[in-house]
């Protein structure tokens, strides 16, 4: 079993920032899994923001991110992140962090992750 908690959210203006933070504890190795973020703006469906490999060595956008967002991880702190600039008013949602196995297949996907935190709120101001 593994818990996830993100933190970071909070009210910010058109064209700033924030940084997300995912903090995994639990039984397994936090260096062993795929971590993702996904967001879910009101009346909307869930949709996939940004995955990590466990290594850290790839990552994968969705392309309305790319250029903006940022995901990383440190394992030495069992911590995912997402770094999130030029934000817009679009980018409104909860923004929940996920965690599956070491597969890099089909990330982009929700029902492949087995683990999800509660979600952080990221409201974007115009």
């Known amino acids: 079993q593994v818990q996830l908690l993100e933190s970071g959210g909070g009210l910010v203006q058109a064209g700033g920032s924030l940084r997300l933070s995912c903090a995994a504890s639990g039984r397994r190795t936090f260096s062993t899994y795929t971590m993702a973020w996904f967001r879910q703006a009101a009346g909307k469906e869930r949709e996939f923001v940004a995955a990590?490999?466990?290594?850290?060595?790839?990552?994968y956008y969705a392309d309305s991110m790319k250029g903006r967002f940022t995901i990383s991880r440190d394992n030495a702190k069992n911590t995912a992140y997402l770094q999130m600039n030029s934000l817009k008013p679009e980018d409104t949602a909860v923004y929940y962090c996920a965690a599956k196995g070491e597969s890099w297949d089909s990330v982009w996907f929700r029902a492949p992750y087995d683990y999800w935190g509660q979600g952080t709120q990221v409201t974007v101001s115009s």
């Open positions: 990590i490999r466990w290594s850290g060595s790839s990552t």
